[in-house]
């Protein structure tokens, strides 16, 4: 017997309510169910990020979380920053630094970097060994880190008069 | 890597929840969920039935009385980190809990979590240890116990709660007085589980005399330890460079276990360095604390 | 090259922003997972946890009971063809003693951790797991070979039951005479090398999704692959499909390193059961099979000796390699050491070189390319081999490499070997001692010795290494591109390069805007698809911007003459009067005298009973193949300063300087970020990365909190400094940048570490080293050191 159990939450803003067999995790939930399929999975264990979603507004291993622990939740994803044709600040930032190569970290690495430029936007800027340690729960194994760290250097310490 | 079928239960006491454990024999209790999900992924485990204990809001808390910091063991890992309580009263905690993780699991994991996961190098077990914490343990129809963090192991990844028993809160009795902390680990990358992991507590007399040593080792077995002779070698001497050296080369004796990655020997090699180390962070950070009652 | 070929037009050469990336930060990429066709069902592969054992049974029926199972299927149910063939070589060669690829499951013997038993499809992946956990299969366990060495010894077990031995090649590589060259030596230096390498672990696992189309008799295969023009040739024969009833797509592929690029027994499997099922099936490899399932690249072992003059100037090198091959021969067969021999030279002058190479069975899954390919273990094994010289003589590091450098007035320099295409190894352009020089200068190298000093002093063991490489790219045999401007007016280049990550659909755009005087913009570049182009090959051996740039070149020009011909025809003025500009084909004296490339696509798609001028075909389009003659070498220079902590065994790269020459940039910010992703992944393999088996051949290192990938705070800032000698071999004068970074990496990092702990006398052989190995080798050296 499957034991379903009805979710009611808010994706990027708006409402959602499914029923979801318990043992889906919230990642699968949102690429299967809701086809949100900018949550990428790449290990199920924790340990890469790729997954990462805000849940109230916490970064959080979508692997690592049942569906059914997000009812009532108000959950982000990739999907709910900017589009293509009107990216927000980080997008445009990943994107002018070449940020990312294959793509398939990048929703993760956002969703995680969205948590901490929404906590430090009135925090002096951020050392890069501050936004290293902030990516260390994300694995990218194209980029080399380094110029998504310039990515965020870049949306962190605007040249004087942007932004 | 999708879990086996479970029947899942979201308590919202943990009157509700203990009842749920003893009513259900083959129950996994979830808390922050970063170790037990992979495992259930991995379908290294497959319960029955999951309790959720994310819904029992009186399970997380942190404040101080008399003396002892009481921590809810649904306390995220996170809000231990930024606790000013916390802070205050047990910067030990606060040092360790920086070093487990990463950001996206300190926000879900939880203290209690990570006592009942129990690995061998786990910040927060090496931390309590030292702080002689006391795990108290809950089970349906008000029975409680209270468990020295010494008798916390049943062995590897394994627990001394007893079946329908739950983790509900944790004591970090604190020391007063003039007093420093250190706590040092070494893993192989940042946020990784420590090899070896030493936490130490220093109290100092009027003279500046140690008059009270705490060294946990975390990594060398089941459950941290805390080598007697090591305490012993501080207690009464004045904090110097050499007597931690000799103090650090007694840790090199205890006990420690080979796995595919790591050798006995290197672990005893790491506790001795590390322990020098965190026992000059201690000397290093003196502070005078007096604990009242704060929230 | 004629002018109107030149590629110096306004976006070649510029650091442009990247064409895939609005998709790929929205959340709005096509990756196989995406894919969520209706009726789709799921498939979950039964894995033998054995490294070797004969099967005696499988049972399936507790399997197929489960609620929402479609089908479970073990050898015995495979269509007859798949239970016949096994993969192919897609790289054979003669020099093959043993030929034994891998079935497309198990039958009765199974020679890996991981190799497939019986596949259960079901309604989705969940269900199909615990369906899999039922299928019953008994095994009787036969010995394993988990060391290649132990498993070339005599009476060895065998990987593959009833086989005589382990070996499958022995190949001699002979330049000049190594014996009269030692005879004359002033100083022989010997070296036993332990060379590791992980695997690509690319952050999107394998996966696959079969369509059929019921309606036209045909499938579709989605995959992330680094080769789908390759595949479909497989499938074709394994499956026994006519060409137009198999179309294989590589949508957005996460990251692919190399172990991408090769067949796998799933992708036969899966589209076999979707035909017989006749509904979608997907399969997605979950991060434990990847561990036991996907290819990698792992051990070689190496004994090498080189013989110096009075001057540290190498006479001769010899020795032999060792390469542990997995459990079957993969189908890119002997590349991986054939690829490492004929890179050990690397920018020296080698007169004499003898090596002979050993590929032998183990009981592991089979190995294949991760980026560099065996390249990264020969810059390896040669830079130390430098540094053991410098420590020999009491020369400096640098000193010794740059007595041994090819010189730029050497060029086109000839190796005398044969690399794996068959073609011989000629340098085509380069400057080494000037990549050095410069990567010295940026490292601050001279006055590096007062730094570690000063360091010293402080009880600090700084160090510094440096490696330099060659690196053969662009590999052959070709590259297919198709420049099309549709009727509805939208350029379209299409390819067989495949990327994953690589950015070709910005460079190849860039090309291509150039010839045809329009925005990268409004060029849509197809990739990966054989429905998009009928021949192709791929993306990987840092070889796409040669072969798919230089045939996206080819056709682009081919496009303009064609445009310009018939816009000719179309306005009555000769062809030499008309310019080609902002989407039309004017008139260069009266440009409003112009046709519209939509206008002339409609004109060139022909009208009945109307004649296009005739020394046009029809189509605005062209389709182009770029055969190199032979590989572009690209060249550099790495230099890493460590701090090493001599008490716990961490090393903290603390500097990172790099000059890297790969040609002319079609876009220098993605050459840049080649460079880095590859830099780190060799950051890795010196650092982190190693694959445990017990001695059973058992994989011990199966999740990523066992197999350590490089975070963000694992890597210092790293300073790039590029040069440019273009290649004579193609039109752009481009040469491969995609492995580049990783190569030289490895070698410097473990040449810091050692120069870091060269008061204690270490000397490192191998790679990875982890703090307990660096511990370890300071206390063998120096046993007082911790007392």
């Known amino acids: 017997m499957k034991d379903i159990t009805t979710v009611r939450l808010t994706v990027n803003g708006e409402a959602v309510e499914r029923a979801v067999e318990s043992r889906v995790s919230l990642a699968d939930f949102l690429r299967d169910d809701l086809r949100l399929t900018g949550t990428h999975l790449g290990c199920e264990h924790g340990v890469c990020g790729a997954c990462t979603v805000l849940v109230d507004g916490k970064s959080a291993r979508a692997c690592l979380m049942l569906a059914v622990q997000a009812d009532g939740a108000a959950v982000r994803t990739v999907e709910g920053l900017g589009t293509p044709e009107n990216l927000n600040p980080l997008q445009r930032a990943m994107m002018e630094h070449h940020g990312l190569q294959c793509g398939f970290c990048t929703p993760g690495m956002l969703m995680t970097l969205t948590e901490f430029i929404e906590q430090r936007r009135d925090s002096p800027p951020p050392s890069e060994a501050e936004i290293r340690e902030v990516l260390s729960g994300n694995i990218c194994r194209c980029t080399g880190y380094q110029t998504i760290v310039d990515a965020v250097m870049a949306v962190l310490n605007p040249p004087d008069g942007a932004a | 890597m999708k879990p086996a079928p479970f029947k899942y239960h979201a308590p919202r006491t943990t009157g509700d929840a203990l009842r749920l454990l003893a009513d259900n024999g083959d129950a996994c209790v979830l808390a922050g969920g970063q170790s037990l999900m992979p495992m259930l992924n991995f379908r290294l485990l497959a319960p029955a039935h999951v309790i959720d204990l994310n819904r029992v809001p009186a399970l997380a808390g942190i404040r101080v009385e008399q003396n002892v910091l009481h921590v809810g063991a649904m306390t995220r890992q996170g809000d231990l980190e930024t606790s000013s309580v916390v802070r205050d009263a047990a910067p030990l905690l606060q040092a360790a809990v920086r070093q487990v993780g990463h950001r996206q699991t300190r926000n879900r994991g939880t203290l209690g979590g990570s006592l009942c996961h129990l690995d061998p190098a786990a910040e927060l077990v090496t931390a309590a240890m030292a702080m002689d914490a006391t795990l108290i343990a809950e089970s349906a129809g008000g029975g409680t116990r209270r468990i020295p963090i010494a008798a916390w192991s049943a062995g590897y990844l394994t627990n001394a709660l007893r079946p329908g028993e739950m983790l509900t809160a944790i004591e970090f009795p604190l020391w007063r007085g003039a007093q420093g902390h250190g706590f040092v680990e070494f893993a192989r990358r940042k946020g990784d589980f420590a090899i070896i992991g030493v936490a130490t507590l220093l109290a100092f007399d009027a003279a500046g005399t140690i008059a009270r040593a705490a060294v946990a080792i975390g990594g060398c077995g089941p459950l941290p330890q805390r080598p007697a002779a090591v305490e012993q070698a501080l207690i009464g001497q004045r904090p110097s460079a050499p007597l931690f050296k000799e103090a650090a080369r007694l840790a090199a004796t205890i006990e420690a276990h080979s796995d595919a990655h790591v050798r006995a020997d290197y672990r005893r090699h790491l506790a001795r360095v590390l322990t020098e180390r965190a026992l000059a962070e201690a000397a290093n950070r003196v502070h005078d604390a007096g604990h009242g009652a704060s929230q | ?787």
């Open chain 3, 1 to 787: 090259m004629s002018d109107e070929g030149k590629a110096d037009g306004g976006y070649f050469g510029r650091s442009i922003l990247r064409k895939e990336d609005p998709a790929l930060l929205t959340g709005r990429g096509r990756f196989v997972d995406d894919l969520q066709p209706d009726r789709l069902l799921h498939a979950c592969i039964v894995r033998s946890p054995h490294a070797h054992a004969r099967i005696t049974r499988v049972d399936t029926s507790a399997a197929a009971a489960v609620p929402g199972v479609k089908a479970v299927y073990a050898f015995a149910d495979l269509p007859p063809m798949l239970q016949q063939k096994r993969l192919p070589l897609m790289s054979a060669n003669p020099l093959i003693k043993q030929p034994l690829t891998q079935p497309v499951m198990a039958n009765d013997e199974v020679r890996f951790a991981g190799e497939s038993v019986a596949v259960v499809i079901a309604e989705s992946r969940r269900v199909a797991e615990d369906a899999a956990a039922l299928v019953d299969v008994t095994y009787e366990a036969l010995p394993a070979v988990n060391d290649v060495r132990k498993g070339l010894e005599a009476n060895a077990p065998t990987v593959h039951a009833g086989t005589a031995s382990n070996l499958v090649a022995r190949v001699p590589f002979v330049v000049g005479d190594t014996d009269v060259a030692f005879k004359g030596a002033a100083r022989v230096v010997k070296a036993s090398f332990d060379t590791h390498r992980g695997g690509g672990f690319s952050m999107e696992t394998r996966g696959c999704l079969a369509v059929p189309d019921l309606n036209a008799g045909s499938y579709t295969l989605y995959l992330t692959s680094q080769s789908p023009h390759r595949i479909k040739r497989v499938l074709m024969d394994m499956l026994e499909f006519a060409d137009h009833e198999i179309r294989v797509i590589a949508p957005d592929v996460g990251g692919g390193f190399g172990p991408k690029g090769s067949f796998y027994a799933e992708y036969a499997l899966i589209t076999a059961c979707a035909m017989r099922l006749g509904q979608p099936l997907k399969w997605i490899e979950d991060r434990a099979e990847n561990f036991v399932a996907t290819q990698q690249e792992r051990d070689m072992f190496w004994d090498l000796e080189v013989a110096i003059d009075a001057g540290a100037r190498i006479l001769g090198l010899r020795g032999r390699l060792i390469h542990e091959n997995g459990a079957y021969v993969a189908p890119l067969g002997l590349i991986l050491p054939w690829i490492a021999v004929t890179h050990v030279q690397g920018p020296y002058v080698i007169p004499n070189f003898s090596i002979e190479m050993l590929v032998a069975f183990t009981n592991k899954v089979p190995t294949s390319p991760v980026r560099g390919a065996g390249r990264p273990q020969a810059v390896f094994v040669m830079e130390r081999l430098m540094d053991h010289i410098a420590r020999a003589t009491g020369l400096d590091p640098a000193e010794v490499r740059r007595r041994n450098f090819i010189q730029p007035s050497q060029m086109p320099y000839n190796c005398q070997l044969i690399a794996r295409d068959g073609k011989p190894v000629i340098y085509d352009s380069g400057d080494y001692p000037e990549a050095q020089r410069r990567a010295l200068a940026m490292a601050r190298y001279a006055d590096f010795r007062a730094r570690q000093a000063a360091a010293r002093t402080e009880g600090k063991h700084l160090g510094i290494g440096m490696a330099s490489f060659v690196e053969g790219t662009g590999l052959g045999p070709y590259e297919s591109a198709t420049v099309r401007v549709a009727t509805n007016g939208k350029i379209i280049v299409c390819t067989g390069a495949a990327p994953q990550g690589q950015s070709h659909k910005t460079t190849l755009a860039q090309i291509c805007a150039d010839l045809l005087q329009v925005s990268p913009g409004v060029i849509d570049v197809v990739t990966g698809d054989t429905g998009a182009i009928a021949i192709g090959v791929g993306t990987f051996a840092a070889r796409s911007a040669v072969n798919a740039g230089s045939a996206v070149h080819m056709a682009g020009i081919e496009v303009r003459h064609k445009a310009i011909l018939l816009a000719a025809s179309m306005l009555k003025v000769s062809p030499e009067k008309l310019d080609i500009g902002a989407g039309y084909v004017y008139n260069v004296a009266q440009p409003d005298q112009r046709k519209s490339l939509r206008e002339i696509a409609i004109y060139a798609a022909g009208s009945p009973g109307y004649a296009l001028p005739g020394e046009v075909t029809p189509g605005l389009e062209h389709t182009a193949y770029f055969t190199p003659e032979r590989s572009t070498y690209s060249n550099g220079c790495h230099v890493v300063e460590a701090e090493v902590d001599i008490w716990t065994g961490q090393v903290t790269l603390t500097g990172y300087w790099i000059v890297d020459d790969c040609g002319r940039a079609i876009n220098p910010q993605v050459v840049y970020g080649q460079v880095l992703g590859g830099t780190v992944h060799g950051i890795g393999n010196a650092l982190l990365e190693r694959l445990l088996f017990d001695e059973h051949a058992q994989p011990l290192t199966t999740s990523f909190a066992d197999y350590l990938l490089p975070l963000a705070t694992d890597v210092p800032r790293i300073e790039i400094g590029h040069m440019e000698s273009p290649s004579p071999l193609n039109p752009l004068g481009v040469k491969g940048a995609g492995e580049g970074g990783t190569l030289p990496a490895i070698a410097a990092v473990i040449g810091a570490i050692e120069d870091a702990l060269s008061p204690f006398g270490v000397t490192i052989n191998e790679t990875p080293v982890s703090p307990m190995r660096i511990v370890d080798l300071i206390r063998a050296a120096a046993p007082e050191t911790y007392a």
